[in-house]
């Protein structure tokens, strides 16, 4: 990624996400059934609330909810060509443990939110020359009552 497009390129992966309305579904209603629910009309209201295009992960409370963190990380020469940049967008999910199960429906929150991530970023042509690649996903904790996800998406652009 240029620098210079860093805050161009964070507000494009924040209007794939906020153009997700299941994705902004699982992280503003905190029902067992959140793809019933109606259509949010302004999804950004879940900007700073339930996602946060910083890479600080905001004070943990007892309220029970979804968020993420978006972080653009890891920016390298690419290995075999100077042309070339490489760099990570990287996803923090976490979610209230009293959030996880969606009764009735033999799913869980967390991952439902996962693969909608997955779905608007894998392989997709969102802020770089190509697609981005999956590069990791890993467990993370802030709390025992705050579990979730990291995923990372490769970016490779010019440098």
Request: glycine share 4%.
């Amino acid at each position: 990624m240029r620098f210079d497009e860093l805050n161009s390129n964070i507000n494009t992966i924040l209007m794939t996400i906020l153009g997700s309305q299941n994705l902004c579904k699982l992280l503003y209603y905190n029902d067992s059934d959140p793809f019933s629910q109606p259509d949010l009309s302004d999804t950004s209201v879940l900007l700073f609330s339930s996602i946060f295009p910083t890479p600080i992960i905001p004070q943990i409370t007892d309220e029970a909810k979804s968020l993420i963190t978006i972080v653009l990380d890891d920016f390298l020469l690419a290995r075999n060509n100077t042309a070339f940049k490489t760099s990570k967008i990287v996803f923090n999910i976490l979610c209230h443990i009293d959030l996880w199960v969606l009764p009735g429906t033999g799913k869980l929150r967390i991952y439902s939110i996962l693969n909608e991530i997955d779905k608007l970023f894998n392989e997709q042509r969102i802020i770089t020359i190509g697609k981005l690649e999956f590069v990791s996903g890993r467990w993370i904790s802030s709390n025992e009552k705050w579990q979730g996800y990291q995923v990372a998406y490769k970016v490779i652009d010019f440098n």
